[in-house]
């Protein structure tokens, strides 16, 4: 509840336990006031109201019944103000302005105003007050709003009265709560009358402040009142006087796009290269807005083109960033520096690249814009232009300018980048512009990953990119290159199609990790969790036999470690130790399935002997007997026939047994295909 003049007394809510106890005296009052009238019984329904409501809300009826037989009834002599008979109204109110609840115009702010004026709001903000009915529902009372009778007569032009008030010898100098006096209210309301009458009477309030150190004449830049703007100046008004944001109001008139506000700034020799507290002059934000109109005015009167703000951006820069061709082209002309880079070393066509402003990279090239300028980060517009989707126009102008020295000096290729955020239309540019698909990343870039990638074609396959993915390969791309090798990943995904490409372009289907060794191809512990996947990856010719030759043989098993012990180690002298598939089997995330699991195993190995702790996993479980059996020597001749021949054909043939030249039943014999269809 906004605050509401009673007495002397100011209600703004019951917070502290000295208001409760003034409501308290007020409420007596006003039931002594009133106790000569008719007393009236309270029936069940009103009394189930009061009984209902919270102390709050009893506190908030007793002050609005207060207020009402206040107002209905006569002046005494405890009025909070006696008025002498020859003081009139005018008086009065010019008596009380500095007790007047403030207000405070709204002003827009400095990146999304609007172009003119904004429009005055009613004095006062007293809010509506929620009562509650007998049902228990709740309803909004209509707000009461108190009226400044000065501000009226400001607001409706009425320098007569105004004058009057003045020569009754009341004075109108002294600031409200807000620091405003009735000076800025007509700079605030257009009422040039009225503010020719109060800098007449108090002609050094001139250039008074109020606390968000705002001047009558930046009030009438602010909201567009021209003529007011003009006699201020002309009456001798500081054009330099900076709010509380250090903006001047030669920046303010920039901001609103006022082109005639400008023009009598300038007039009157206000500073064009000041700077507000980010840095900004007025010409930084009369290019935002490509005004040309604003920015020829600022720059015949002096303003600097290669002003810099807090971040080292210039006009040119402000140009380039947010699209504004008119007014970069105008600039440029005026001699700005085409390569002006900010502090992070950002150069201006880095940012048109950056914000896809096709239109101003293209002027920008023309005009000799250097396309090999990296930001501190070591990117170039290049780099960041493949960032953005549908930039492939923007990525097509950069090729030929941008240097492969530059970009190999940087550690990371475009083709990385278009990778990494699915830009199949760029990553295609630049496949057929002839970037290296097997660039790998810098090592300062790689250890940003944790997977310690290299290549774009591991980003397509992360990404589960399939159109990416072929593109790459299908450019060359060699997918044994990382670390991690991106069929694992492809197995991880359960991507059988990924899986199929790699495999036909070299993959590895033995492939391993050299940070995390193990005795086994690392495909088979990325495929050990689905039994379907496993046996489509020994399928296609992944080696089984490695399993089963435990350095431990039928001796006792030490404890499974994992490499857990080392964490005391510093990193530069840790050995990694090379997990046994006996071990990893033995884990809780794959015990569950050890027997399933080495019962597929055991379809592509020849005779082999279990580790004791395999055996002790069979034994474990009685349905797995069966599976125990299978392993003991010797296995069928005709399945040590298929392994021998599989492996004469080779893994890397495997896949294509479809197209070898031999008989249908031996290639579905070779590929474990029970079916008797040929």
């Known amino acids: 509840m906004s605050d509401v003049k009673m007495g002397t007394w100011n209600v703004g809510g019951f917070n502290s336990p000295a208001k409760r106890r003034k409501y308290k005296e007020v409420n007596m009052a006003t039931q002594v006031s009133s106790s000569q009238a008719p007393q009236c019984t309270l029936g069940s329904e009103e009394y189930s109201l009061y009984s209902s409501m919270s102390e709050e809300e009893l506190i908030q009826m007793a002050i609005e019944q207060s207020l009402t037989e206040n107002s209905t009834s006569q002046p005494t002599a405890h009025s909070h103000q006696k008025l002498a008979p020859n003081v009139n109204a005018e008086s009065t109110a010019a008596a009380n302005w500095t007790q007047r609840p403030s207000h405070r115009p709204p002003r827009p702010s400095n990146r999304s105003s609007q172009a003119g004026a904004a429009q005055p709001p ?57 620091g405003w006096l009735p000076l800025h209210e007509a700079a605030y309301y257009g009422s040039l009358g009225c503010l020719k009458v109060l800098l007449k009477a108090y002609p ?22 021209l ?4 006699f201020l100046l002309q009456s001798g008004a500081e054009t ?86 008119d007014a970069l082209r105008y600039i440029v002309k005026c001699g700005a520096d085409i390569n002006t880079q900010a502090n992070d070393n950002a150069s201006a066509l880095f940012e048109a690249c950056k914000n896809g402003h096709n239109h101003i990279v293209e002027f920008l090239l023309s005009q000799g814009a250097d396309a090999n300028k990296h930001n501190k980060d070591g990117f170039l517009p290049i780099h960041i ?20 020295t530059r970009v190999k000096r940087s550690g990371i290729s475009p083709l990385h980048i278009a990778a990494e955020r699915n830009n199949d239309d760029i990553l295609e540019e630049l496949i057929n512009a002839g970037y290296d698909v097997n660039f790998t990343l810098s090592f300062d870039r790689a250890r940003l990953y944790e997977d310690r990638r290299s290549t774009a074609l591991y980003f397509a396959v992360m990404n589960n990119n399939f159109n990416t993915t072929q ?36 993959a590895n289907i033995n492939a391993y990790i050299s940070t995390h060794p193990t005795s086994f191809p690392a495909t088979i512990m990325f495929s050990m969790k689905y039994l379907s996947l496993l046996k489509y990856v020994m399928d296609l010719g992944c080696d089984a036999d490695s399993c089963f030759t435990c350095q431990y043989g039928n001796g006792t098993h030490p404890p499974i470690e994992l490499n857990r012990n080392q964490d005391h180690i510093p990193q530069e002298r840790k050995q990694p130790k090379i997990v046994q598939f006996c071990e990893m089997v033995s884990t ?37 007997e069966c599976i125990k059996v299978k392993s003991e020597p010797p296995r069928p001749l005709t399945h040590l026939c298929r392994l021998k021949v599989r492996n004469l054909i080779g893994s890397n043939r495997i896949t294509l047994l479809d197209t070898l030249p031999l008989p249908c039943r031996l290639i579905r014999y070779l590929s474990y295909d029970t079916s008797d269809v040929c």
Not at 147 to 157: L, Q, V
Not at 227 to 230: A, G, I, Y
Not at 386 to 404: A, E, G, Y
Request: charged letters at 25%; hydrophobic letters at 35%; one cysteine or more.
């Open 122 to 178: 009613n004095s006062g903000s007293n809010r509506g007050i929620v009562k509650k009915r007998y049902d228990g529902s709740y309803f909004a009372t209509t707000p009461t709003t108190e009226i400044n009778p000065i501000e009226e007569m400001i607001k409706n032009k009425e320098e007569e009265a105004l004058n009057n008030l003045i020569k009754s010898r009341k004075s109108l100098c002294e600031p409200n709560k807000d």
């Open 471 to 506: 593109m790459l390969l299908e450019a060359g791309s060699n997918p044994n290159i990382d670390i991690i090798n991106p069929l694992l990943i492809s197995i991880r995904q359960g991507c059988l199609t990924t899986m199929k490409m790699l495999l036909d372009h070299g």
């Open 227 to 230: 003529d007011c703007l003009e």
């Open 588 to 624: 809780p995330e794959f015990s569950r399935w050890a027997g399933p699991i080495i019962d597929v195993l055991l379809d592509y190995v020849g005779n082999v002997k279990l580790c004791s702790r395999l055996q002790e996993h069979l034994d474990s479980y009685a349905d797995w």
């Open 240 to 325: 330099d006087i900076v709010n509380n944001s250090r903006e001047t109001p030669l920046y303010k008139a920039c901001e609103r796009r006022n082109t005639e506000a400008v023009r009598l700034l300038v007039e009157y020799r206000a500073d064009v290269n000041h700077r507000c507290n980010q840095g900004w002059t007025a010409l930084h934000e009369a290019v935002a807005r490509n005004d040309l109109d604003i920015i020829d005015i600022l720059v015949k009167g002096g303003a600097k083109i290669e002003a810099k703000n807090c971040y080292g951006i210039t006009p040119l820069f402000v140009a380039a960033q947010s699209g504004q061709l």
């Open 204 to 225: 050094t309030t001139i250039d008074q402040r109020t606390l968000q150190e705002e001047t009558a004449l930046y009030l009438a830049v602010v909201f567009g009142n």
């Open 385 to 404: 232009a493949s960032k953005k989707r549908d930039n492939d126009q923007i990525v097509s102008m950069l090729i030929p300018v941008t240097s492969r």
